[in-house]
């Protein structure tokens, strides 16, 4: 079964440094997301990604964030300059095309970064 | 403001059925879903609902009420694996796929 994979499953940065969090969303799908999940919380949307453009982001996606779609398969999320509070479980994930309404998400089995 | 509420936590024994109830209050609703998640693992996709009423898949089913604001995700005949939370999420029309989710309910079945 198709499935969202991500890269790495763990990482652990120093504060200030830039992290890049990779994911290959499934194929044929073209709505691409990424959410995180602070330890003991909910999970939070982040952003949503279509057509090569940023389609919505939260409160939470500052000019700290990124994303980019660098080739055919790949969508990355990065983080400029982390602080300890980005530490937390990053989940990828992705959807169907304009039909899928809503929009059935499929998530990745997610990064956890610690920041320290 | 975007609000959606679950228990907690629930406990319930292999075999039998439980229900776990979600409530929300959002503007735009577009659908709910319902994901599993094992602890350290990603969400799993499980139903979802657009229109009131019931929707079977398996052991699973899952209801809403959108006049209400309610749905419930009913797990039939417990296996000790269905241990995990569950998670109740919205999706909001016209805000690019995004949903909404609930804190969870984390379900343990006893033997």
């Avoid at chain 1, 919380?41 to 409160?59: G, P, R």
């Avoid at chain 2, 979600?22 to 996709?45: D, M, R």
């Amino acid at each position: 079964e198709p499935e969202v994979t991500q890269t790495p499953s763990h990482q652990v940065t120093q504060m200030g440094q830039e992290v890049i969090l990779r994911c290959v969303p499934i194929s044929n799908h073209l709505y691409f997301y990424w959410y995180r999940q602070i330890l003991g919380q909910k999970v939070e949307f982040l952003v949503s990604f279509y057509n090569n453009e940023i389609s919505e982001k939260s409160e939470i996606f500052d000019d700290q964030f990124s994303v980019e779609r660098p080739d055919g398969s790949n969508f990355t999320l990065k983080i400029r300059s982390t602080k300890l509070e980005d530490s937390a479980m990053y989940f990828c994930a992705s959807s169907e095309g304009p039909t899928d309404i809503p929009r059935k998400a499929f998530f990745g089995q997610g990064t956890r970064l610690t920041v320290v | 403001g975007q609000n959606i509420d679950q228990p907690t936590e629930m406990t319930a024994t292999e075999g039998a059925i439980v229900q776990i109830n979600c409530t929300y209050q959002t503007s735009g609703f577009n659908g709910l879903f319902w994901y599993q998640q094992h602890a350290g693992e990603a969400p799993t996709f499980l139903s979802y609902n657009v229109l009131d009423g019931l929707e079977e898949k398996g052991r699973f089913s899952s209801f809403l009420s959108r006049s209400k604001g309610y749905s419930y995700l009913l797990l039939k005949e417990l296996q000790m694996k269905d241990s995990a939370s569950y998670l109740c999420a919205v999706s909001i029309y016209n805000q690019g796929g995004k949903l909404i989710f609930g804190q969870g309910t984390e379900l343990s079945v006893k033997p």
